[in-house]
């Protein structure tokens, strides 16, 4: 359904359709699930080239100045093409750098993230595998220099082939997100296997060294999480599109009983809750993303709003999917289980339907 | 701001798939896109992603609803009659019918003025044509002069007339119809009811049987309605009626404007779970004017389909049902409760996690109305979530109440004064009308997405 996206926004939908369309078909993603890596480097050049690693970086830092709305768009479209690789954690940590970095933060970081010469990521989930600030307990202590951090943190995405990972940690009242370089001296990255093909990671931190130069100050979690889970979102919605497509395309074309199966209520009124819950999907997303981008003193309520109808509503849709398919949705060599499995990562990951109703009945205190 | 870098820009626009620039919309702040985004719980404001916003010597769009917004608050200020400011209650928070207190005489006079303020204003039918004595609102400029009317209680109006049987005069309607028939919905001079369902076709209704048959320069109506709200009150009645028999089911049906109050029209009321008005409606040899059939002969049932878009499409329900849950959170922070146990709790919380999604439903099917087009399978997809969250709504607000649920409107011990149990009963009737869920379902699954009908 039409979220009224303005002239130039549908370009950019459209642009980015095409590009994922030929760039990253499904023999991509599946090559990309056996990876080590997990990502191409001569895709991630290419979406440098197009201009989205700098979607919201200023022009002044090579990149377009660009909304966080612009950027759902994309990330939309990214999770239609089901895009394997570090996209998402990268533009967290746009996201953090634009918002709360200092300009020489900026300056050393956003040109080579623009240009795409550097992959940056974030480590936030400890041992919990929860997504609140309560759950962050790795604490910063304060040197001369700068910070020294020891602990382990969990669900790191792509931290195996990222350039600098930004830890959260604790630090007084409030948080820092430390620069923390792959190679550094005390820093290990174990792979973690997962059933989505996302590469995630533990990250076990031995008296590492940061400088003060390269830690932010955050005093609160809310604005970092907030965009991490709108791309979630985002990237969902596209998701869950293209698993309904695909299941709508194989409702028509499967014939049992001497008519396509499409044909049956029982299929029919299926694809009807799948689209009513997508169309909701989208407008809860593009609603807490524009909340975002304005600044909306409403925006966490409509995160963790968005964040808990998503989760939820995208299991619906791709549980319909293999029920529609019938066994051939569990064969590895049909697209759907492909949409199916990714769900997941995108339903846990920054909070499932419980841990965002439970957040919301505490904003409306009830 | 600092000086733009426009080749630099350019280039990177370019890069995005934007092509060449559009000189009109190239703005030094990058997009500078006017996104509509409706938001009634926050800022209680239409708002225009504008980064360029005030920069420009042109109004923007969000200056431009700002200045409607006051312009409605200073017109409820100065022209609703006091005796209106304080009627409106928790009651018509859940009000299923608008039209329960128009029997309160001390109201009835204060009522009438309001609404002749209203239609001399354009804002009767915000939605009409101003030709034809509407308001020509945008959806935009409509959901800010819904905002304000609530949170002013200003009382609206909103009939059958208006809502429904207006819009579809004036869509499908000849010339001459509209000058003769909108003026009096407008006065209220003319009420309406929908003569639709029939015992023997509900959902099913291009199975209608009810029969008018030309006769000279008149059509002559034999048969029954049922299931017809305020056939009780209305003076006329839109009539679905088969006109040729012998045509396909869908090609023989004619719209007609029948006079409920013409010789051979009876009119019984249905009693029910609520006090609902509810009614069947037989006809028997009743002389229609044949310059009454809506539009052209044989067309009524592609009209009603239209008909029945707008209706599912209404923006001014998301008002209602946001009323209603504000007041379910009201009732969980009151103490008048014990505290919720957990489970009700986060229904509570699902619950209005489900209006945000309603919102922004129905900001998509007023966007498509805005763009003019008409919104199809999306009316319908709109409808049926709207209809079963307000059934859960409606359950919520039991669990919430336990055992207080069971009792009846005006007990005293009931929380809300038992409206929430009033609710929870009228509900289950939602699904049902203006087409049942497994109907919009099926609109959805075959004019929605294609798939073969069964």
């Given at each position: ?71 759902c768009?994309?990330v939309e479209?990214?999770g ?148 991490a889970m709108v791309l979630e979102c985002a990237y969902l919605v ?43 999907m989208r407008?809860i997303t593009y609603?807490a993303a ?13 995160v963790?709003?968005a964040k808990a109808w998503c989760s939820?509503a995208s ?31 995108g339903?846990?990951?920054w ?16 | ?454």
């Amino acid at each position: 359904m039409d979220i009224g996206l303005n002239e130039e926004q549908e370009l950019l939908k459209k642009a980015a359709r095409g590009f994922l369309e030929k760039e990253c078909p499904e023999e991509h993603v599946r090559a990309m699930e056996a990876d080590d890596k997990g990502y191409s480097p001569q895709l991630w050049r290419k979406i440098a080239e197009l201009g989205w690693h700098g979607l919201m970086i200023a022009p002044q830092f090579g990149g377009s100045g660009l909304s966080f709305y612009d950027l759902c768009i994309v990330v939309e479209e990214a999770g239609r093409a089901l895009l394997p690789g570090p996209f998402l954690p990268n533009q967290v940590v746009v996201g953090l750098l634009l918002d709360a970095g200092l300009r020489a933060h900026q300056e050393r970081y956003l040109p080579a993230i623009a240009s795409g010469s550097q992959i940056h990521t974030y480590a936030f989930a400890e041992s919990t595998g929860r997504w609140t600030a309560d759950d962050v307990a790795l604490e910063a202590q304060r040197t001369d220099a700068g910070i020294v951090l020891n602990g382990s943190k969990l669900f790191v995405p792509d931290a195996h082939v990222a350039d600098v990972i930004w830890v959260l940690a604790r630090s007084g009242s409030g948080f820092v997100a430390a620069a923390v370089p792959r190679t550094a001296q005390g820093v290990r990255v174990t792979p973690l296997k997962t059933i989505t093909g996302e590469k995630l990671a533990e990250l076990v931190l031995e008296n590492v060294n940061i400088a003060r130069g390269e830690v932010i100050e955050i005093p609160t979690l809310e604005a970092f999480s907030n965009r991490a889970m709108v791309l979630e979102c985002a990237y969902l919605v596209g998701l869950v599109e293209k698993d309904f497509e695909i299941t709508v395309e194989y409702a028509k074309q499967r014939v049992a009983f001497g008519r396509p199966i499409g044909a049956f209520q029982a299929i029919q009124h299926k694809a009807a809750d799948m689209v009513t819950d997508l169309d909701g999907m989208r407008f809860i997303t593009y609603r807490a993303a524009a909340a975002l981008s304005d600044g909306d003193r409403s925006a966490n309520l409509k995160v963790a709003m968005a964040k808990a109808w998503c989760s939820e509503a995208s299991r619906r849709v791709v549980a319909h999917g293999q029920q529609i398919h019938g066994a051939i949705g569990f064969t590895e060599e049909y697209a759907i289980q492909l949409y199916f499995r990714r769900q997941k990562h995108g339903e846990l990951f920054w909070g499932d339907g419980d841990c965002h109703r439970e957040r919301v009945a505490q904003m409306l205190s009830i | 701001m600092q000086g733009p870098d426009l080749q630099h820009l350019t280039t990177s626009r370019q890069r995005l798939g934007f092509g060449l620039p559009n000189p009109r919309t190239i703005c030094p702040q990058a997009m500078g896109s006017l996104l509509l985004k409706f938001d009634y719980m926050d800022d209680r404001i239409v708002s225009f992603d504008t980064s360029n916003a005030g920069s420009g010597a042109q109004m923007t769009a969000r200056d431009q609803l700002n200045q409607f917004r006051s312009e409605v608050a200073n017109f409820v200020e100065s022209e609703l009659p006091d005796s209106l400011r304080n009627a409106s209650t928790i009651r018509s928070a859940f009000e299923e019918d608008v039209s329960a207190d128009r029997n309160e005489p001390s109201l009835k006079d204060a009522r009438a003025r309001w609404r002749e303020a209203l239609r001399a204003k354009g804002w009767l039918a915000p939605a009409w044509p101003v030709k034809y004595g509407g308001g020509g609102l945008s959806p935009a400029h409509q959901f800010v002069l819904i905002d304000e009317f609530i949170k002013r209680d200003a009382p609206r109006f909103f009939d059958m007339g208006l809502g429904m049987i207006g819009p579809t005069i004036i869509s499908h309607g000849k010339e001459e119809q509209k000058q003769r028939m909108l003026p009096p919905i407008l006065s209220g001079e003319h009420e309406w009811c929908e003569l639709f369902s029939e015992p023997a076709a509900g959902s099913d209704l291009a199975g209608l049987r009810c029969r008018a048959v030309k006769d000279g320069d008149e059509y002559v109506v034999n048969g029954q309605k049922i299931w017809t709200t305020l056939a009780n009150r209305a003076n006329w009645g839109l009539l679905m009626a088969r006109t040729n028999p012998e045509a396909p089911r869908h090609l023989g049906i004619s719209m007609l404007r029948v006079n409920m109050r013409a010789p051979g029209v009876t009119v019984r009321r249905i009693q029910n779970l609520t006090n609902h008005e509810f009614n069947e409606v037989f006809f028997e040899d009743v002389r229609v004017p044949a310059n009454d059939v809506i539009g052209e002969e044989g067309r009524g049932f592609y009209y009603l389909m239209s008909l029945l878009d707008t209706e599912r499409s209404a923006v001014s329900q998301v008002a209602s049902i946001e009323r209603t849950l504000e007041s379910l959170f009201r009732l969980a922070r009151s103490t008048e409760l014990p505290p919720l146990t957990k489970a009700a709790r986060m229904e509570l919380a699902n619950r209005a996690i489900e209006v945000e999604v309603l919102r922004g439903l129905s900001q998509g099917v007023a966007e498509l109305q805005y763009a003019g087009k008409t919104p199809a399978h999306q009316a319908s997809v709109l409808k049926l979530y709207h209809t079963e969250l307000a059934q859960r709504i409606a359950a919520t607000g039991m669990k919430m109440i336990e055992t207080h649920g069971l009792l009846f409107r005006g007990e005293k011990q009931a929380p809300l004064d038992g409206m929430i149990a009033q609710q929870y009963l009228y509900a289950s009737t939602l699904t049902l009308q203006v087409g049942t869920s497994e109907i919009q379902r099926n609109i959805i699954a075959t004019r929605g997405l294609g798939l073969p009908r069964g």
